[in-house]
Structures are given as structure tokens and as C-alpha cells.
């Protein structure tokens, strides 16, 4: 790692012995969501990634990737866990097969008990790995880091990785995690407005200082306290033309998809910004590694066309938040997304009954001219059939 990425070896004691405790493993299990949209990816592309194949679990954890790649099929699986969690998976591992139970773990899994960027581990070069790196805004924590040195030590050329990209990094804004209502958004996000990580492409370089630009047009007039985030995963076989619903597995994690204990994060304004209906919002977040297994947040937004965004890559991180700006338009800002608050108030289906305005949001005069009475009350952000699904899962 070169001298000026900041290290995480002195947060190691800390950040395994969180992991190597029962209830935190018992967490992401319990997240349906995340545990059985891997499940379907791994075994949806059983046969041409991991039937008869070598697999690599990265951050294996609790052993439930490993297991549902044995299930698919592998020839082995080598579970790589630095945590004391490893000791407790080679119980379960070397009890495989007795009693009628498990058998088909017998003799598939090797637990290794390191971290993946050790030298001389004794792993071959595999066909596929597997891995569950994802923390808040999908890089909290610096885990993508052992999982792009898995692939670039230990991937054999054109293998696969489940996931393979974050397909929708969408939204931007400050460490307040939780889920909110998604009728609060002031912009109708879009498959144009994402952000792409490619984990089969992207260098660890890429990976540690990330700038993310954003342009969006205001559905509404009224105020702007902040910006959200969250994030999408594809899980799909490498090199498939064209890709086949068969073939790609998605899991969202966005206010309008089913909940994840990823849930969405937000960063909101010292000072809220008033926008019009039909203006521009623009501008850049650059997200920058840090000594604590996460990232620095560096974000300016632009209401307008008066003023352009500042070049990111000129970002001078010491007067950042200093630099004098007058302009009305303007909100900069800087998190540690490693210094994160929660906020668990938003209950799905408590307002059923939702029109803009309960947000203090207003559409067009001119839109409205157009509407009838019941289009009125229908959101902006969501037409008919939208509302009704939505309201049929929240309910």
C-alpha cells in the first residue's frame, strides 16, 4: 500500500473482534434479504461458476457463502475469515457429514484463518470468488480493498465475482443511517443517474479515492437538507452476451426496495438550500480512504446554472470547508463515514395518504393546471401503479 493511503492494521483488534461475536454474525443472517439474493445468484449460476470449480470466500465470516457455494457444487472452497469466527465455522465444517448431517460440506471447505492479504497462503488460483464486502454506502469499512486483492492475487484470468458491480450508486449526502419514506426526495432518481463500480475492473487505486458527479433536475420547489445515498448489486456470470434474466441477480438497496440492514444513509446541510421546481442540482462527491476502515466525504452541490461546481480533482482537503464562498447556491461539506448516527423514525404505511405538500413540497403551477383533482393527490415521484405497489409492500 503506498505511504500516503492511510493503513487499518491498528483498527484490526477492534473491527475482528466485532466479527467474531455470534449476534453481529446473527445480524446479516437474519437480513433475508442480503442472505437470499446471494443464495440465488450462487446457485442461479451454479454450472457455469462454481459446479466442479475452485471458489475463494473472502471475509467468509459465519461460512454461509462457503456453504451456499458447496450447495452449488464446488470442487472446494477456501474460506478465508481473519476473525476468531474461523474456529467457530471449522466446527461446523469438520462436523459435516456425521450423523446423516451436512453432507454435502464433507471434505469442500478449507477454513483459513488469516486475512487475504498475507503472503503465503495456501491458496491456488481459483475460478470463482465470493464475498460479502459491502458496509454503508457501499464502501464503509475498506473491506472492497480485500476483495479487489482477492481478485487481482488470486483470480484466474476471466474468472468470476459475486457480486460483480454496484450497479446504481445514486445519491450522495451525510452519515445519517436509516430508512426514510422515499415521497421525501426532492429528484426522481434514474439508471442515469448511476454511478458505476465495476469490482472486476476497478484498481485498488480507483477503489481508495473515488469522485462521484451528479446532475439531476428538481421535481419540486421547496427545501433541500441534504443528499442521500445507497447502492445496488449485480450478481452475473462473467463474459455472457447478452445477459439473460436467468442470468443476473439483483439486490437493491434504495427507500423503494424491500429493506436490508444496509438501509440508505444521508448527509444533510449545515444550511438547507431552496430549489425551484425544474431546476439543476449539481455538482460532485469525492470520497477519499481514511485510517479508520472507511472513507472522508468531500461533497459540493450547485442549485443553478449561475455558478459552476469546482474542480474536484483540485480539492485542497485542508481549506476544503474554509474557502470563501458567497454565493447563495452553493453547500459544501465534509463526513467521516465512519462516524455514522442512526435514525429508525420512518414506519412504511403510517401516511398512506401522501401528497407533496406534506412535505413541504409543491409541483408546478402549470403541472397542476394540467392534472385532475385525484392526479392531485398522487405523488410526483410516483405514478398510480407505482403508489399502489408500494403501498401493497409497506402494508
Request: glycine content about 6%.
Amino acid at each position: 500500500m503506498s505511504d500516503s493511503v492511510p493503513g487499518v492494521e491498528h483498527r484490526d483488534v477492534q473491527y475482528f473482534g466485532y466479527y467474531a461475536m455470534l449476534q453481529h454474525q446473527q445480524n446479516m443472517l437474519q437480513d433475508t434479504v442480503r442472505t437470499s439474493t446471494y443464495q440465488s445468484a450462487i446457485l442461479v449460476n451454479r454450472s457455469k461458476c462454481f459446479q466442479d470449480k475452485l471458489v475463494m470466500d473472502v471475509g467468509a465470516g459465519s461460512g454461509i457463502l462457503s456453504f451456499f457455494a458447496a450447495q452449488a457444487g464446488a470442487k472446494t472452497v477456501y474460506a478465508v475469515e481473519a476473525s476468531e469466527m474461523a474456529n467457530k465455522m471449522k466446527k461446523l465444517v469438520e462436523s459435516a457429514g456425521k450423523n446423516g448431517k451436512n453432507a454435502f460440506l464433507k471434505d469442500k471447505i478449507q477454513v483459513i484463518n488469516a486475512k487475504i492479504e498475507e503472503p503465503g497462503l495456501p491458496i491456488p488460483q481459483v475460478d470463482t470468488i465470493v464475498s460479502e464486502p459491502i458496509g454503508v454506502l457501499l464502501f464503509h469499512e475498506r473491506m472492497l480493498e480485500s476483495y479487489i486483492h482477492a481478485r487481482d492475487h488470486y483470480l484466474k484470468p476471466g474468472g468470476a465475482m459475486f457480486p460483480a458491480k454496484d450497479a446504481r450508486e445514486e445519491m450522495f449526502g451525510m452519515p445519517v443511517v436509516g430508512h426514510f419514506d422515499p415521497r421525501n426526495l426532492i429528484t426522481t432518481p434514474t439508471l442515469a443517474d448511476a454511478f458505476g463500480v465495476d469490482f472486476s475492473t476497478i484498481s485498488l487505486s480507483e477503489l481508495q479515492d473515488i469522485t462521484m458527479p451528479f446532475d439531476w433536475e428538481t421535481g419540486y420547489t421547496g427545501i433541500m437538507h441534504g443528499i442521500a445515498g445507497w447502492f445496488d448489486l449485480l450478481f452475473t456470470s462473467p463474459n455472457v452476451q447478452p445477459k439473460t434474466p436467468t442470468s443476473v441477480v439483483e439486490l437493491p438497496t434504495g427507500p423503494m426496495a424491500e429493506r436490508t440492514h444496509w438501509q440508505q444513509v444521508r448527509f444533510l446541510f449545515r444550511e438547507p438550500l431552496a430549489v425551484n421546481a425544474t431546476q439543476r442540482i449539481h455538482g460532485w462527491m469525492r470520497c477519499i480512504v481514511n485510517d479508520t476502515r472507511s472513507y472522508t466525504i468531500y461533497l459540493e452541490v450547485v442549485v443553478g446554472t449561475s455558478v459552476q461546481p469546482s474542480d474536484p480533482a483540485q480539492l485542497n482537503t485542508e481549506t476544503f470547508l474554509t474557502e470563501t464562498n458567497s454565493s447563495p447556491v452553493v453547500r459544501r461539506g465534509k463526513w467521516e463515514l465512519h462516524e455514522q448516527t442512526y435514525n429508525y423514525s420512518y414506519i412504511p404505511g403510517q401516511t398512506p395518504e401522501h401528497k407533496p405538500e406534506y412535505s413541504c413540497l409543491y409541483q408546478p403551477e402549470a403541472r397542476l393546471d394540467d392534472m385532475s383533482e385525484p392526479e392531485r393527490t398522487t405523488d410526483f415521484a410516483f405514478d398510480a401503479i407505482h403508489m399502489k405497489e408500494y403501498e401493497e409492500f409497506a402494508n
